[in-house]
């Protein structure tokens, strides 16, 4: 809590004090800020609800860093969602290098954070690789960098939080497991408390010195309380009784891996810490418990997220009994010998196949919600080799070279990846060998004989890399009479809902427009949010014509939309139909004449062709070629042959 000395008093923060509600997220940021090694906070909520606000009232509660240059208040470091690898953990001083020929290291973001808060908006939207490097951080306290022959470590505790909006985006399974902490935050529907959250705005608007007055005391007293908390934390006994109770609770819960017994062990001492107690008791662990294992129970990105107050009381009560037992004394060793220790987590996300959809209702009749899914393996209501709810999608990409926003699935200039060309361009890495072929050219006229090459700032080459971008994916179901015949619609739900976990772990963006009765419809604006996307598939209304012409329109204009709205986002239409489209005059040649649009703004599709039974017309055939994109049958989707099938389209 320390006061700048000199100059202007600047205008001082939200006081951390004065933030009504959100009590949970409070007590997640403190026990953090107590013992940093819990790995960081994830805050999921809606707009509005205060989530940076507090974050940034929390950087002003740590205590004073002690440094080279004295004494100083602890670091809030916000970390930009466009940042790139460079920029977070640090990269070779090129300035440096070529003034004084001595390798030299520029530290990061990531340095600048160190015993302070490093602040993540939007961390959803961050390139996964990055994430995965501040979690490592957060969780080690130390980033060790080996690039461009320059090996250096340094120290990194800090208390990282990350926020995001669940509407825009998830995160991955994974990524989230790698959160120590997680609180999912909302406006109070209480009259009496929204009242309060305004005046008490208004009043810091009004005079932010006068507010933040009526609270110092109070953030002094939480900043008092975290500090005391840390230096008795590493004198804090947890009991084998306890340990019993944060293992017991953890596999009665099912998580993957042993990160969420390590975090709990680690929340519910820092608790007992915060509480001033000597050891850690059970209210201890069922804090912890709350805050830690909620969002490691989303393994699958269509999940809930989240525990009730009734399955926690039930695991506690089964934990209790477990407490009580005494310990094995001679334990049998794990059997592949490793003694336990975690998994490393893999690259790609863990899938986990869907359960096949029930039989939808009988066709040209109008019907509300597609069917639940089924345990997968029964083989009720699955044609033969249709891919039904068990299809994999591996990749299905929109062809060229884009520009776009972070992802998994297509082929795009970024500034992570494999280094493809060297460019005059700064700011883009260094290309080595362009660097030194740049420099080759010039050493005659620098009067270089022998020894090291004379480099100089104009020689430096950026370096073009090649990653992979976030797409925008349209869904366009055929959801018409003829298509709910004979579990069709099943299979084709299934084969949808495959396609958007795909489209989750890729980090595309997706829409959804139904084809049925006199009009199609988007049911789902272009969203992040895949969770939304399942909801509106599963109650998506079938039966009647099929106005397949609107739909290819709609999802023209959509497309169009979104290029203004996020131009370097290149978008891929998905067409599910059996290609018989019925209402109105000449139905099919419409749909003919509205596909031969969406091929002349060069859009990317596919049409995955669901026409079944012994007379077939091969209508959606003709409309791949009309679209000038892939073509595929249903009951032969499969991984490879998606990938494909998109090359087609220029």
């Known amino acids: 809590m320390a006061v700048q000395q000199g100059g202007s008093v600047p205008e001082p923060g939200y006081p951390f004090s004065a933030i009504v509600g959100q009590d949970r997220l409070r007590l997640s940021l403190i026990l953090c800020a107590v013992h940093p090694g819990i790995g960081g906070v994830l805050v999921r909520g809606e707009k509005g609800t205060a989530k940076s606000t507090v974050v940034r009232a929390l950087a002003t509660l740590l205590p004073a860093v002690d440094d080279e240059d004295g004494s100083r208040p602890a670091k809030l470091v916000e970390l930009p969602v466009g940042a790139t690898e460079d920029r977070v953990v640090g990269s070779i001083d090129l300035e440096k290098v070529l003034r004084d020929g001595e390798r030299a290291f520029q530290p990061g973001l990531l340095a600048a954070a160190h015993r302070g808060v490093l602040y993540v908006d939007e961390v959803n939207l961050l390139h996964d690789h990055l994430v995965d490097v501040l979690l490592d951080a957060a969780a080690m306290g130390r980033v060790h960098v080996e690039r461009d022959g320059v090996s250096h470590s340094h120290p990194a505790q800090f208390v990282l939080v990350g926020t995001m909006n669940p509407e825009e985006g998830e995160l991955r399974p994974q990524l989230l497991d790698r959160f120590g902490l997680a609180v999912d935050v909302t406006a109070s529907r209480d009259v009496d408390v929204r009242m309060n959250v305004v005046r008490r705005r208004m009043n810091y608007e009004r005079d932010p010195h006068a507010f933040a007055a009526q609270f110092r005391d109070d953030d002094i007293a939480v900043a008092e309380q975290i500090l005391a908390a840390r230096k008795i934390l590493d004198d804090v006994e947890l009991s084998d009784k306890e340990l019993r109770r944060i293992a017991a609770l953890c596999a009665s819960f099912d998580v993957d891996g042993m990160r969420a017994d390590l975090v709990l062990a680690r929340t519910a001492s820092a608790h007992a810490a915060w509480r001033g107690a000597s050891e850690v008791a059970e209210e201890d662990v069922r804090v912890a418990a709350e805050l830690a294992l909620p969002h490691r129970r989303r393994r699958d990105p ?282 109105g005059t000449d139905p099919v040649g419409r749909a003919r004449i509205a596909a031969g649009r969406i091929a002349s703004d060069k859009i990317a599709s596919v049409v995955v062709d669901c026409e079944s039974g012994m007379v077939r017309l091969g209508l959606a055939a003709d409309f791949a070629a009309r679209l000038g994109g892939g073509y595929v049958a249903l009951e032969d989707l499969s991984a490879e042959q998606v990938t494909a099938v998109v090359r087609a389209a220029a």
Do not use: C
């Open 302 to 583: 269509f999940d809930e997220p989240g525990i009730d107050d009734k399955q926690l009381d039930d695991a506690m009560r089964d934990a209790a009994e477990q407490a009580e037992q005494q310990p094995d004394p001679d334990p049998d060793p794990t059997p592949d010998g490793d003694g336990g220790a975690p998994v490393p987590d893999s690259a790609e996300g863990t899938e986990r196949s869907e359960s096949s959809p029930s039989s939808p209702s009988s066709p040209d009749t109008e019907t509300s919600g597609t069917p639940e899914p089924q345990p997968s393996g029964t083989g009720k209501n699955k044609q033969a080799g249709t891919p039904g709810a068990q299809f994999k999608a591996r990749l299905l990409e929109v062809p060229g070279v884009g520009e776009g926003a972070p992802g998994r699935r297509s082929r795009s200039r970024s500034s992570h990846g494999r280094s493809v060309r060297p460019t005059v361009e700064q700011g883009k890495g260094l290309h080595l060998i362009g660097t030194l072929f740049a420099a080759a050219e010039h050493q005659v006229v620098r009067g270089r004989t022998s020894g090291r090459l004379k480099l100089e700032p104009a020689d430096l080459r950026g370096a073009i890399k090649e990653g992979r971008e976030g797409n925008l994916i349209v869904f366009v179901v055929d959801a018409s009479g003829s298509m709910a015949a004979r579990d069709r619609l099943s299979a084709v739900t299934g084969a949808v809902l495959s396609l958007l976990r795909d489209a989750y772990q890729r980090r595309d963006k997706v829409a959804v427009i139904t084809v049925r009765g006199k009009e199609a419809e988007t049911v789902l604006p272009p969203t992040s949010s895949v969770d939304v996307a399942v909801t509106r598939l599963r109650n998506m209304k079938t039966g009647g014509r099929s106005p397949l012409a609107q739909g290819f329109l709609k999802a023209r204009d959509l497309v169009l939309r979104e290029r203004v709205r996020d131009p370097l986002r290149r978008a891929l239409v998905v067409a599910l139909t059996d290609g018989r489209a019925t209402g």
